[in-house]
Nanobody, 117 residues
Framework: QVQLVESGGELVQPGGSLRLSCAASVSIFSFYVVGWYRQAPGKQRELVAAIINGGNTNYADSVKGRFTISRENAKNTVYLQMNSLKPEDTAVYYC???????????WGQGTQVTVSS
């Protein structure tokens, strides 16, 4: 069973930066896609960024140019570098990973990011 553990969320001022980490209990190299999602209070969960096995990346329009997703296969970890944070980035951030053969994949427990002065 795949386990994903997120970390790195905290309270940060507008304009600040954070790096989130998603550590997997298995090799991330074998995943078809790993993504970061977020869910703000009263809103649906949305895709923030994803990295495909071949290295291609996708970003939500709202974070393009500010967030960067990357992976470190040797540590089985996927990162989300978040710069120029805005109050509207406040949410619980979740890591999701899926094998090519799966339709649902696995979720982490989430990490809270709060952007406020």
């Amino acid at each position: 069973q795949v386990q994903l553990v997120e970390s790195g969320g905290e309270l940060v001022q507008p304009g600040g930066s954070l790096r989130l980490s998603c550590a997997a209990s298995v090799s991330i190299f074998s995943f078809y896609v790993v993504g970061w999602y977020r869910q703000a209070p009263g809103k649906q969960r949305e895709l923030v960024a994803a990295i495909i096995n071949g290295g291609n990346t996708n970003y939500a329009d709202s974070v393009k140019g500010r967030f960067t997703i990357s992976r470190e296969n040797a540590k089985n970890t996927v990162y989300l570098q978040m710069n120029s944070l805005k109050p509207e980035d406040t949410a619980v951030y979740y890591c999701h990973a899926r094998y090519l053969s799966e339709s649902s994949g696995s979720w982490g427990q989430g990490t809270q990011v709060t952007v406020s002065s």
